[in-house]
């Protein structure tokens, strides 16, 4: 059975603080691992995706994610919070076939 | 400008009610997709679709069916509304064989009286 799991369900943090969520998947073989963010009352947004080459990717408004094979990680840091950076992260797994499988998502809640 | 739009954004139905969702895109995506969002789920897919005349069930189909008139409309129905589809519910579109990058609408609130 293939899974995302994000092991945190909320995250709290001081805005200027770093943040990293995390995100662990079971699939075998290649994969594509994407991560989302949902703003209070919208639809998910994309914020970036990996499938090979350098581990670590660079998304928008200074997110980054680092794959890791060994570890069967994906996860997501930002070097330093915004107060706009309060919302539900996802992470989401694709390996052909139907359609993204979702984690459970982990709220970030950035104080100011 | 919105890419996908969907409609209501809130609705009150009752119990046994016929219920339907609907979804728009521009994107000119041919893969759309409709998920509920509950509290320690996350995302669940209901249908998904590959384009205009196609639908295919998801991981959580019983209880709903859907409809692909066009390649940009997608609909969800629910024939008999029960409590336990109050949720809420999202389209999404994806180019073929995209469906690891997908473009969301803002949702709708479904509560089943």
């Known amino acids: 059975t293939q899974t995302v799991s994000q092991s945190d369900a909320h995250v709290t943090v001081f805005e200027g603080d770093s943040v990293e969520l995390r995100c662990n998947y079971s699939y075998g073989g290649s994969i594509y691992l994407s991560w989302y963010i949902q703003h209070h009352g919208r639809g998910l947004q994309f914020l970036l995706k990996?499938?090979?080459?350098?581990?670590v990717v660079q998304g928008v408004n200074g997110f980054e994610a680092e794959f890791s094979k060994s570890d069967s990680s994906f996860h997501l840091r930002k070097a330093s919070v915004h107060w706009s950076d309060s919302a539900v992260y996802f992470c989401a797994g694709y390996q052909g076939g139907r359609a993204l499988i979702f984690g459970t998502g982990t709220t970030v809640s950035v104080s100011p | 400008e919105a890419a996908v739009t969907q409609s209501p954004r809130n609705k009150v139905a009752v119990t046994g009610g016929k219920v339907t969702l609907s979804c728009n895109q521009t994107n000119n995506h041919n893969n759309m997709y409709w998920y509920r969002q509950d509290t320690g789920h996350g995302l669940r897919l209901i249908h998904y679709s590959y384009g205009a005349g196609s639908t295919e069930k998801g991981d959580i189909p019983d209880g709903y069916k859907a409809s692909r008139p066009s390649q940009e409309n997608f609909s969800l129905i629910l024939e008999l509304a029960t409590p336990s589809q109050t949720s809420v519910y999202f389209c999404a579109s994806g180019p073929t064989g995209g469906a690891r990058e997908q473009y969301f609408g803002p949702g709708t609130r479904l509560t089943v009286l």
């Open positions: 990996y499938y090979s080459g350098n581990p």
